[in-house]
């Protein structure tokens, strides 16, 4: 394999930056074409924005209804075909994704060493398919409708890349002079600046949702102890609790947070059943801007204070030799 140039990376970069950008033209006019398509009496008979979702069928297809009622039965029909469609392509994504984490979980000693074994054939690592998709199917069955389903999917994988920012500024702290493809300008403010705002749309998610992930990580964290104490994986590294002493009280902050808040009133998960009036929270008993002040807050001394307990310079060389071997010595 030859390795990409300097000339490449920045060709990658900037074809990254046009992707960007062509994907946020498609939905901003998207969602013009959706706001203008609506009957203004519909909007003033729901007065605000967000309770058009007490439209049953706007809430259910938002597109397909206003294409219904505009008369267009071709559109209705394929954007009804284009439903089943992309979520299946969405979902196979997610499938080989959560299939690849798993075995690289495994490879690095979190979780049991099953995950490594491979098809001899098509090299693919059977166990986590069949898992992924068994816990894909059975994460199906509390969210009472699509919407659900979707916050959920949606808030994971903001919380999933709030990490990066606090990636960013430690590696800036401990690897400043680490060679890369692109500089981030401004890292020093963009970075705290990205995790409040990463905070701030799993917030806006509601306490449903937040009670859900929080849950879900927990058991994750469990399913890796036990893994450990269990020694299903002989490669178990010596985690580093020290530089991981922010991600508990920032768990228990941002539950807290969001029980106090002002979205997704309900009971514990929302998905109803025995959860529906148990721990019922989202019912605005903080005023909004002062709930957003006290996560701003909480968000920059949480980043903060997981730079402060990053890992040492000797621990990153240590896990980045892969991607960044040490030099030969000159002779």
């Known amino acids: 394999m030859v390795p990409a140039t300097g000339v490449d990376c920045g060709a990658n970069v900037v074809m990254d930056q046009r992707s960007i950008l062509i994907g946020a033209a498609i939905y901003t006019l998207l969602q013009f074409a959706f706001i203008a398509a609506l009957n203004p009496a519909t909007i003033a008979?729901?007065?605000?924005?967000?309770?058009?979702?007490?439209?049953?069928a706007l809430d259910a297809g938002p597109f397909?209804?206003?294409?219904?009622?505009?008369?267009?039965?071709?559109?209705?029909?394929?954007?009804?075909?284009?439903?089943?469609?992309?979520p299946g392509g969405t979902g196979l994504i997610y499938l080989t994704s959560a299939t690849r984490l798993s075995y690289g979980l495994s490879k690095n000693g979190y979780v049991p060493e099953v995950f490594e074994k491979t098809s001899e054939r098509t090299k693919i690592p059977v166990i986590g398919v069949i898992i992924s998709a068994v816990v894909g199917l059975l994460f199906l069955l509390p969210f009472p409708s699509w919407s659900s389903l979707i916050y959920i999917v949606t808030g994971a994988s903001v919380l999933m890349y709030a990490g990066a920012p606090l990636a960013l500024g430690a590696l800036r702290k401990t690897k400043p002079n680490l060679a890369r493809s692109y500089r981030l300008p401004l890292a020093g403010v963009i970075a705290p600046l990205s995790f409040v705002l990463a905070n701030f749309i799993v917030y806006w998610a509601g306490w449903n949702t937040?009670?859900?992930?929080?849950?879900?990580?927990?058991?994750?964290?469990?399913?890796?102890?036990?893994?450990?104490?269990?020694?299903?994986?002989?490669?178990?590294?010596?985690?580093?609790?020290?530089?991981?002493?922010?991600?508990?009280?920032?768990?228990?902050?941002?539950?807290?947070?969001?029980?106090?808040?002002?979205?997704?009133a309900g009971g514990l998960f929302g998905v109803g059943g025995i959860f529906k009036n148990?721990?019922?929270g989202g019912q605005g008993d903080i005023n909004i801007w002062i709930s957003l002040l006290i996560l701003a807050a909480f968000s920059l001394f949480i980043y903060y204070l997981a730079i402060y307990s990053r890992l040492p310079e000797s621990k990153v060389d240590e896990y980045i030799k892969d991607v960044y071997p040490a030099p030969a010595p000159s002779h």
């Open 64 to 86: 397909y209804t206003v294409a219904k009622v505009a008369g267009l039965a071709w559109l209705a029909w394929i954007l009804r075909v284009d439903a089943v469609v992309s």
């Open 45 to 56: 008979h729901f007065h605000t924005w967000a309770n058009l979702a007490k439209d049953n």
């Open 278 to 280: 148990f721990w019922v």
């Open 210 to 264: 937040v009670s859900l992930l929080m849950a879900v990580l927990h058991v994750g964290y469990a399913l890796m102890a036990l893994s450990g104490a269990l020694h299903l994986n002989t490669h178990m590294p010596q985690i580093d609790w020290g530089a991981a002493i922010w991600i508990f009280p920032y768990m228990i902050g941002m539950t807290i947070i969001s029980y106090f808040g002002n979205f997704g």
